[in-house]
C-alpha cells in the first residue's frame, strides 16, 4: 500500500482523490526509466500558494533530476542511502510531485515500451486571445464581404492597416490570414 494524502481542494477539480507521491512509487519497485517516462507526459504537485495542479516544465525538470539521482545512485552498486531517503521531508522532490490515483498513468504499459499518448495541450490564456482575435478578424471580414482565404486578401489588409496609420507587413497579414481556418475549427467544433 502506499503512501498517500489527500490533495487539497482547488478551484477547479477536488473530490478527495488519494496523492501517489513519486517517492512511494520508486519504494514499490517501479524503474527510474518508467517514471521519467511518465514525468515527462505530465506530473502533478502544488505550487506557492498550495494549489494542486499540473506542474510546468521548470518542476518537471527538478521531478526528472531527483529520478536522474536515484538512477545514478542504483548504477553506481547502491552504495549508502538512495537519494530518496536522504532528501527524505516535506519539500522534498520526492514527497511533492506524483499523481492523484484518478490521474495516475499505466505505469505498467509504459514501462512495457506502450506509449501513452500526452495528455492533450492546455491553451494558454494568451493562445486563447490569440485564437479569439483571429475570429475577430474572420467576423469583420465577413462583415465587409472579404474572404479571408482568396487572394489578394492579405494586401487589402495591409493597406487599410495603413490607413490608420499602423504598419503591417504583407507577410505578417498573411501568416495570420492563415491561422483563422484552424482557429475556426477549434471554436466551432
Not at 493597406?159 to 507587413?169: N, Q, Y
Request: aromatic share 6%; proline share 7%.
Amino acid at each position: 500500500m502506499t503512501n498517500t494524502q489527500n490533495t487539497p481542494p482547488d478551484e477547479d477539480d477536488y473530490d478527495g482523490n488519494p496523492f501517489v507521491r513519486l517517492g512511494d512509487l520508486l519504494e514499490l519497485g517501479y524503474p527510474v526509466g518508467t517514471l521519467a517516462s511518465a514525468v515527462e507526459n505530465g506530473i502533478y504537485t502544488w505550487d506557492r500558494f498550495g494549489r494542486f495542479l499540473l506542474a510546468d516544465e521548470t518542476a518537471r525538470h527538478v521531478a526528472l533530476d531527483a529520478l536522474a539521482a536515484e538512477y545514478a545512485w542504483q548504477a553506481g552498486g547502491r552504495i549508502g542511502l538512495p537519494p530518496r531517503e536522504v532528501a527524505r521531508g516535506l519539500g522534498s522532490p520526492y514527497s511533492v510531485f506524483g499523481w492523484r490515483t484518478d490521474k495516475l498513468p499505466d505505469l505498467d504499459a509504459i514501462g512495457r515500451g506502450i506509449d501513452q499518448p500526452p495528455p492533450p495541450p492546455r491553451q494558454s490564456s494568451e493562445t486563447k486571445k490569440y485564437n479569439s482575435a483571429l475570429i475577430v478578424v474572420a467576423a469583420l471580414c465577413e462583415k465587409a464581404d472579404i474572404n479571408h482565404s482568396e487572394r489578394g486578401t492579405a494586401q487589402r489588409i495591409v493597406e487599410a492597416t495603413e490607413m490608420i496609420g499602423a504598419k503591417l507587413s504583407l507577410g505578417t497579414v498573411s501568416t495570420i490570414l492563415k491561422q483563422i481556418p484552424l482557429a475556426l475549427d477549434r471554436r466551432i467544433d
